[in-house]
C-alpha cells in the first residue's frame, strides 16, 4: 500500500467532518421546516375559525338589531386602500408631498394605509389624485399574495416566501403570510 501524503489525509479528514457537519445541520432544517409548517398551518386554521366567528357574529347582531326595529351599524374600518389616479401635471406642492408621504410616486400604484384622523384629513387634501376604499379580507389577501412587497434591508422584496417574513418579522410573532392578512 502506498504511503498518503500528510496534507491529503488532514483534507480527507476535515472535508469528512465538513459533510457531517453539513449533514446533522440539513438534518435540524429539515426538522425545524417541519415544525415551522405545524405551526403555520394551525394559525391559518386558526384565523379561519376567527373569520368565520366575526361573520356569524355581524350577523347575528343585524337579525338582534332587524327584530328590535333598529338598524346595526358596523364598526368603522381600520384600513384602508389607496390608489394613484392621476399624474403630476399643475399640482399643487403640498398636495405633491403629500402624495409622497402616502408612497404614491405614480400612478396606478397603490398602498395599505391605516385609518386615522390625520391620515384622513391627507386624503381629503388629496382626493383629486386618489381613489381610496376599505377593502373586504378576500381582496386584502389576493393584493398581497398577488403583488405585495415588503421592505428588507432598504431593498424592496415580493413576498413570495414566508422565510422573507419570518426574517424580518419573526421577533414580532409574525412567521408567514397568512399572519400579514
Known sequence: MAPVPELLLKKRNRDAAWAEKRATAALEA??????????????????????????????????????????????????????RIRGLNKIHPKTKKILQLLRLRQINMGVFVRITKATLGLLKRVEPYIAWGYPNLKTVRELIYKRGFGKVDGNRIPLTDNKVVEQVLGAKNILCVEDLI
Open 30 to 83: 429539515r426538522k425545524k421546516a417541519r415544525e415551522q409548517r405545524k405551526e403555520i398551518f394551525k394559525r391559518a386554521e386558526q384565523y379561519v375559525n376567527e373569520y368565520r366567528q366575526q361573520e356569524k357574529d355581524t350577523i347575528r347582531l343585524r337579525r338582534e338589531a332587524k327584530a328590535n326595529g333598529g338598524f346595526y351599524v358596523e364598526p368603522e374600518a381600520k384600513l384602508a386602500f389607496v390608489v
